[in-house]
């Protein structure tokens, strides 16, 4: 039984197709990488299945309850958390606070979701910043803040858009450690990701994506030799 | 922040309602009082919400014309014109809340305009039923079911009554789990709609209080002044005096549109003492020193008179 089903999605904008007819599913426990080019449909796919965009065709389940036509909120609060590629702090919030936020979904008692968002805070590495001002994190944190604050919906299937990207080199490797540890936990992981070294290091399964369509979905190894990956990657030239 | 200033600033004007026995001083606190209520109103929308309005007069006038409308045509209690006020204006609200989800920034403070403009011209040309252009004198009914309290001391107290209520109002949007949600909205809609906030649902309550909070300080006044003239109740004027003791003050601080009121309403008493007298060239000059004042704090002090007493 598969924790999240996409089936046959197709999201149009005018005349462009974003996504044409995607399906996957996602098995709980399994971190499954997303790849490719730029204008592959990745975010507008992370977009449908967390209830921002409504798809024209096709269905998204989680267990089974679909969540098509579901406004964000409720997608939310069924067990779909995400983080944003362009990352939207709650700037005027502690870290602290932003946090809360997230626990405040599972909990009605302020007291009880600051416990926890205590707890998550320090899990992610963020404890010395837990009152300072989201606007004075740097990028780094503020992606391990987004995290946390997506962790504290105490979700069923994380969505993060590009852990890694616009962070310098050197932080990377903590960040990386920290999905692998939510990982092991036990969370259902759907990662996008343009660093491919990052995506083979985490994954089992790749699936690419290009020109809104599903080309290849495997092992990481037979997804990074795949002809038409690297087609839509390199172009004609470089296939042999 | 604590509550100690706030406790500190209530308890002094409770005090002085047994010391003051000078009739302008006493007004001047039951309007600061007034002034800092519908601030404070403005400041659930504005400040706590996000949503910057610049027509809330619609809802003052809302409750101003409740209380007077009701009072003389059906000789009702000042009470109920006040609780009718405020369900009209609560209704209101709700359409003023659903335009907040269609219009974002400077489309909705537009909106917001045009809104209390359409009420002040349905109020200004429904001679039949407000008595239009003219304006409405509310007749001075003694006794406290109809509000006609010669005493303003007994004033004093009511709208203490109001701003305390008020002032609880933003402190539990400070600490609890709807103003935590709210913050959220504020900040970035998407982001707390992504983390299971119901965000259009929150945002919609929200002015919708604000709104039936204003209504009732419009109906306290009209009451209080003993008349309702649509061009004032329903004036951006109004309107921009909420948002301005509200900024001033601390945008989204539960003290903030008090002290605010306390600033705006001193300065503008002084001022039309000063150069109002007829045939005085400088009627509006209290508009010029608003303006300065505001460019100032939003240089100097952008958290407002709070942020600055926090830091000092």
Redesign the interface.
């Known amino acids: 039984m598969s924790l999240l089903s996409v089936a046959g999605v197709t999201k149009r904008f005018g005349g462009i197709t974003a996504n044409r007819g995607i399906s996957f599913d996602v098995a709980p426990g399994e971190l499954v990488g997303i790849i490719g080019p730029n204008g592959a449909g990745k975010s507008t796919l992370f977009e449908i299945i ?1 209830g ?1 965009y409504r798809p024209e065709e096709g269905d998204v389940r989680l267990d089974g309850v679909r969540l098509t036509g579901l ?3 409720r997608v ?2 069924l067990g779909v ?2 983080t ?1 590629q362009k990352l ?6 502690t870290v602290l ?1 932003n946090v ?3 626990a ?2 599972r909990t ?3 007291r009880h ?1 600051r416990e926890q968002a205590r707890e998550i805070v320090a899990r992610v590495g963020l404890e010395d910043k837990a009152d300072a001002h989201a606007r004075t994190l740097s990028t780094g944190q503020r992606k391990r803040l987004e995290l946390a ?2 962790l ?2 105490r979700p069923r299937l994380l969505l993060l858009d590009e852990v890694t990207g616009g962070v310098d080199q050197r932080t990377i490797p903590a960040l990386v450690q920290l999905v692998r540890e939510l990982h092991a936990s036990g969370l259902t992981l759907l990662v996008i990701e343009h660093n491919m070294r990052v995506i083979t290091a985490v994954t089992q399964r790749i699936i690419a994506l290009h020109l809104g369509e599903v080309i290849a979905d495997g092992p990481p190894d037979v997804v990074a030799r795949d002809r038409a990956v690297v087609e839509a990657y390199l172009g004609q030239a470089y296939t042999r | 922040m604590s509550a100690a200033p706030a406790a500190v600033f209530f308890a002094l004007a409770a005090l002085a309602s047994f010391v003051v026995r000078d009739a302008f001083l006493l007004d001047s606190l039951i309007l600061i009082l007034l002034w800092g209520s519908a601030a404070a109103a403005w400041n659930v929308a504005g400040g706590y919400a996000g949503q910057i309005s610049l027509g809330h007069s619609a809802f003052f006038g809302l409750g101003a014309y409740g209380a007077a409308v009701l009072g003389t045509r059906w000789d009702l209690s000042a009470w109920i014109g006040l609780a009718v006020g405020a369900v009209v204006a609560t209704a209101a609200g709700l359409v003023l809340g659903f335009l907040s989800n269609r219009l974002r920034g400077p489309y909705f403070v537009l909106a917001t305009i045009a809104f209390s403009q359409v009420l002040l011209i349905v109020a200004s040309r429904l001679r039949a039923f407000t008595a239009g252009s003219e304006g409405i004198p509310v007749p001075f009914r003694p006794g406290f079911w109809t509000l006609g309290l010669a005493d303003k001391r007994v004033w004093v107290w009511i709208v203490l009554v109001v701003a305390v209520l008020a002032y609880l109002l933003q402190r539990y949007l400070d600490v609890s789990r709807r103003g935590y949600q709210l913050a959220a909205v504020r900040e970035d809609e998407d982001a707390a709609l992504s983390l299971g906030v119901a965000a259009r649902r929150l945002k919609v309550a929200a002015i919708a209080v604000s709104a039936a909070l204003t209504a009732v300080t419009g109906a306290l006044w009209a009451q209080y002044v003993g008349f309702v003239d649509p061009f004032y109740v329903f004036s951006v004027d109004l309107s921009v005096r909420f948002a301005l003791a509200s900024i001033i003050g601390g945008l989204g601080t539960a003290l903030g549109p008090f002290l605010g009121a306390v600033l705006v309403t001193t300065v503008e008493t002084y001022l039309r003492a000063q150069f109002g007298g007829i045939g005085a060239g400088l009627v509006g000059i209290y508009l010029v020193v608003y303006g300065t004042a505001l460019i100032v704090m939003v240089r100097f002090a952008p958290q407002g008179l709070v942020g600055w007493l926090r830091r000092s």
């Not at chain 1, 939207?88 to 919030?93: D, K, Q, S, W």
């Open positions: 967390s921002f406004s964000p909120d939310c609060r958390a995400r944003f939207r702090p709650f700037a005027g919030l606070g809360m936020v997230g405040l979904t009605k008692d302020v979701a604050r997506a504290a919906t």
